[in-house]
Nanobody, 124 residues
Framework: VQLQASGGGLVQAGGSLRLSCAAS????????MGWFRQAPGKEREFVAA????????YYADSVKGRFTISRDNAKNTVYLQMNSLKPEDTAVYYC??????????????????WGQGTLVTVSS
């Protein structure tokens, strides 16, 4: 599967952005999907994940209550709605697909496919 992330940009603190990740190449609904982010000089970290059917979600504590992950399997797309953005949310955001999923995972290495990343910059 190929993943294409989009929707990043520059936003002021307190603002909102919605990221999208479009998938192609294989049936999208077989994958659990996740969002990760990587700030300059830091490791790539888990942000959110959603099960293949969309019924289960999981969030990092740092974004819980502010970010919402969702998916539209008919459009082969997963979304990340980001509200109340903070400067510490500044990072390159990556979407990822977990093909052999028995449960939602926050472990980066368990995701099989990655998008190219989209930059989110939050100014103070």
């Amino acid at each position: 599967v190929q993943l294409q992330a989009s929707g990043g940009g520059l936003v002021q603190a307190g603002g909102s952005l919605r990221l999208s990740c479009a998938a192609s190449g294989r049936t999208f609904s077989v994958y659990d999907m996740g969002w990760f982010r990587q700030a300059p000089g830091k490791e790539r970290e888990f942000v959110a994940a959603i099960s293949r059917g969309g019924r289960s979600t999981y969030y990092a504590d740092s974004v819980k209550g502010r970010f919402t992950i969702s998916r539209d399997n008919a459009k082969n797309t997963v979304y990340l709605q980001m509200n109340s953005l903070k400067p510490e949310d500044t990072a390159v955001y990556y979407c990822a697909a977990d093909e052999v999923a028995t449960a939602l995972t926050i472990i980066r290495d368990e995701y099989d496919y990655w998008g190219q990343g989209t930059l989110v910059t939050v100014s103070s």
